[in-house]
């Protein structure tokens, strides 16, 4: 079955310390890889995205993830955490050329929350 | 020029009760979504329209049920409310085309049930 883990659900840094957070999935074949952030109260604004290419994908406010096909993994990383980084952060999966199946919809980790301590 | 939108944003009723949720977006997408955020933030696909038609549907109970007036609008009706439909709700759109399959979130609904 198709599913992200996240396997830290509760991650608290200081503020200026790096980041990662970890994600994996379980997919038939490569799929799309996203990460989202909400914050308290708030929706989820899309952080950055993996389509194919360059492993490496750039995000906003910093962010960065590498994809790895080897370890089935989407981890995300910022060298310098800010106290506004203090969210729930999701990782999310959906599948390619999904038109004739699911239609794209996605499938989400169960979230990490970040707490950073100033 | 809000994306995605949702009304309302808050939501307490009564068990038993008929409530609907607004979402539009004015994206130009053509594929819009619903998804649940229970009270452990796990998310969950609900339903998706494409041109006013139903795609899928992870069985959820036939309480809900979405309409889709046009193609920027897809609203969730959910008759004789339950305490377990309490949670957030989030609408999203994406547009079908290789390339653009990032989905973009409204700021959700979160809906009590007394």
């Known amino acids: 079955a198709q599913s992200v883990t996240q396997p830290d659900i509760h991650i608290t840094v200081s503020e200026g310390a790096s980041l990662e957070l970890r994600c994996n999935y379980s997919?038939?074949?490569?799929?799309?890889l996203f990460w989202y952030v909400q914050s308290p109260g708030q929706g989820l604004q899309l952080l950055l995205k993996y389509f194919s290419g360059d492993t490496l994908v750039q995000g906003i406010k910093g962010f960065e993830a590498e994809f790895k096909r080897s370890q089935s993994s989407f981890n995300l990383r910022k060298p310098s955490v800010h106290w506004s980084d203090a969210a729930e952060y999701f990782c999310?999966?959906?599948?390619?050329?999904?038109?004739?199946?699911?239609?794209?919809?996605?499938?989400f980790g169960k979230g990490t929350k970040l707490s950073v301590k100033p | 020029d809000t994306a995605v939108s949702q009304t309302p944003k808050y939501l307490v009723t009564q068990m038993g009760n008929d409530k609907s949720i607004k979402c539009e977006q004015n994206?130009?997408?053509?594929?819009m979504y619903w998804y649940k955020q229970d009270s452990k933030k796990f998310l969950k696909i609900m339903f998706s329209y494409n041109n006013k038609e139903l795609i899928i549907n992870e069985t959820v109970p036939n309480r809900f049920s979405p309409k889709s007036p046009d193609k920027a609008h897809l609203n969730l009706h959910i008759n004789s409310l339950e305490l377990g439909d309490s949670a957030v709700y989030f609408c999203?759109?994406?547009?079908?085309?290789?390339?653009?399959?990032?989905?973009?979130f409204g700021p959700g609904t979160r809906l009590l049930v007394l």
């Open positions: 999203a759109s994406r547009q079908r085309t290789s390339g653009k399959e990032t989905q973009y």
């Open positions: 999310a999966v959906a599948p390619k050329g999904g038109y004739g199946g699911s239609q794209g919809n996605l499938i």
């Open positions: 997919y038939g074949a490569t799929p799309y």
């Open positions: 994206l130009g997408h053509d594929t």
